[in-house]
């Protein structure tokens, strides 16, 4: 029996459990949930996970949520290569330490960046004027978490957890490339950055990086125009999601 996995392409996490997923050729059922459609909320997909979010799993009767301990569920199930999870206490301690750190590291500053330029509102993929000073703010956030990053997490010619990748740096790359996917080029002027990015996309195959992005890369040239009322009406209540 294959495990399932409930995925949305946009979601960050949705697109970390996919890559590590597929990079280790797990016997894996990928099940696609629309998010702007609000498949999460039905009844069918609240047995699988009653928090209604995606990533989910279900494993025979077994269901999980929330992507990190999905990805421990899945290296430990089936045994992959031990540099995605390391058995190594230190090793291990180093991975788990971005994992803590991310949630409101750089997360929180990269969603924000993007539900700014690209919002998905009721369906439509919109785009609403935000303050100037606010997406001032919102950019030094990111690029302190980037400085971050730079300069606490990722190794020399390596990976987060050390010399080879592993579930840090798939949870990194998605976040990172969520507000890339809105037009900020966040690797511009960051060598280091833009280096370790390279050796990511290498680890687990330019087509597959690709494939897991394509949704997300394509989010800003799906922009709808709203008419004015709907734009007014709307403008609150990401203002107030941003603020």
Known sequence: MSLKLFLDMISQPCRSVFLFAKKNNLPVE???????????????????????????????DFCMGESIPMMEYMAEKFNTPDHWFPKDLQKRARVNEYLSWQHLGIRMHGSKIFVMKVSVID????????????????????????????????????????????????????EIMQPFASGV?????????????????????????????????SAKDSVKQL???????FRPRVLRLIS
């Open 30 to 60: 990928v099940k696609l949930i629309s998010l702007k459609n609000g498949e999460q909320h039905t009844e069918k997909f609240r047995k699988v996970n009653p928090l209604r979010k995606v990533p989910a799993l279900k494993d025979g």
């Open 185 to 217: 080029d966040v690797f511009q002027g960051r060598a280091k950055l833009s280096a370790w990015k390279e050796r990511v996309v290498q680890a687990v195959g330019k087509e597959l990086f690709d494939e897991a992005h394509k949704t997300i890369l």
């Open 123 to 174: 369906g439509p993929v919109v785009k609403l004027e935000v303050p100037e000073d606010k997406m001032a703010r919102a950019m030094e956030d990111l690029n302190w978490s980037l400085d971050l990053i730079e300069k606490t997490f990722i190794k020399d010619g390596g990976f987060i957890g050390g010399e080879q990748i592993s579930i840090a740096d798939l949870v990194a790359i998605v």
């Open 227 to 233: 008419d004015s009322s709907k734009v007014e009406y």
